[in-house]
């Protein structure tokens, strides 16, 4: 399969991806955390339903625990949470299985609300929040039992590179779990590179990975026991949620921008809210677990 890749340098101009990264976040994450998570969710992912989910809140504490349970999460176990945002997943984790979470994030933003809300919830002995690129975290080799990485690693420029250095801090025997968006098409049509394209602009992502290509890489890099599942499922009900509220929404957006009280960032990444939609119903995507051992 081929990758598929947006031609990102339409898009960033003379900024480097982290940077267009950086501004993405620093604009938005007010959004994530008053329009979609909550004070007790504290979560930027979609959110896993099954047919006992009652809500929104619920759908993303289950995947903080679906994560967890996938990798077998024990007291003391040493875990890295790469692309943590504000620290929703890892305090999770902290309180509910008593393990020692670091997460990073390169947005300096992030990593003070998630050492705030780590105090607030009495767990800062238990978490660490360090700002540092997942894909050269200048942490030492095989230091934790346990990785995860829940929607981030869609911002990594080269996913091979993140899944070599995820492989690296891994002890043997480690496991690691991501939680993404991948590419399954061939070939897109002019309109899935459309919203492909109004996806990776508004969310600043690179490019999805290539669902096919990410599992070879987990392979060649060395991980074993390498489970993936294709798991639209579970997150369609968030994703058509998603989609409702920032088509209801846009239209304000591009006013609101017009009279600067709103900045293109976030009508963009409300284009971006649309389209993630599209590319999961129009199956060019589909949301993916992988989970294997080093
Ligand atoms: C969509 S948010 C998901 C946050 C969190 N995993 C959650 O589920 O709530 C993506 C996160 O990845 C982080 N990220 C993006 N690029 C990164 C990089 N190169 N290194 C570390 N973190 C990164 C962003 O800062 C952001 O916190």
């Known amino acids: 399969m081929v990758a598929v890749f947006v031609d990102w340098e339409n898009f960033v101009m003379n900024e480097d991806v982290n940077t267009k990264i950086e501004k993405y976040y620093d604009e938005s994450t007010f959004f994530y955390r008053y329009l979609w998570g909550n004070k007790k969710n504290l979560a930027m992912h979609f959110g896993f339903w099954d047919k006992d989910t009652k809500n929104l809140n619920d759908a993303l504490i289950n995947e903080n625990k679906?994560?967890?349970?996938?990798l077998d999460i024990k007291k003391g176990d040493k875990v890295l949470d790469a692309g943590c945002g504000v620290g929703g997943s890892a305090i999770w984790i902290a309180e509910n299985y008593g393990a020692n979470v670091i997460g990073i994030t390169i947005i300096k933003n992030h990593i003070t609300l998630a050492k705030k809300y780590a105090k607030e919830r009495k767990v800062s002995d238990l978490t660490r929040f360090e700002l540092r690129d997942f894909c050269d975290t200048g942490l030492p080799s095989e230091s934790f039992d346990k990785i995860y990485s829940i929607e981030s690693a869609c911002h990594a420029i080269d996913k091979r590179v993140f899944l070599k250095e995820m492989f690296r801090l891994l002890k043997k025997g480690g496991?690691?779990?991501v939680c993404d968006g991948f590419i399954i098409k061939d070939h897109l049509s002019e309109i899935d590179k459309k919203q492909y394209e109004d996806l990776c602009v508004g969310w600043a992502l690179p490019s999805l990975?290539?669902?096919s290509k990410f599992r070879a890489d987990l392979s060649?890099?060395?991980?074993?026991?390498?489970q993936s599942q294709k798991a639209t499922e579970k997150v369609i009900k968030s994703s058509k949620e998603m989609y409702k509220s920032s088509k209801?929404?846009?239209p304000l957006m591009v006013?609101?921008?017009k009279l600067q009280l709103t900045s293109k960032t976030?009508?963009?990444a409300e284009l971006a809210c649309q389209a993630q939609y599209h590319i999961f119903k129009d199956k060019t995507a589909v949301y993916g677990i992988f989970t294997s051992k080093k």
Not at 220 to 226: A, C, K, L, S, T
């Open 66 to 70: 679906y994560v967890a349970d996938a």
């Open 175 to 177: 496991k690691l779990v």
């Open 209 to 211: 990975a290539s669902y």
């Open 220 to 226: 060649e890099i060395g991980f074993r026991d390498i």
């Open 248 to 250: 209801y929404i846009h």
């Open 255 to 257: 006013i609101f921008a």
């Open 266 to 268: 976030n009508v963009l």
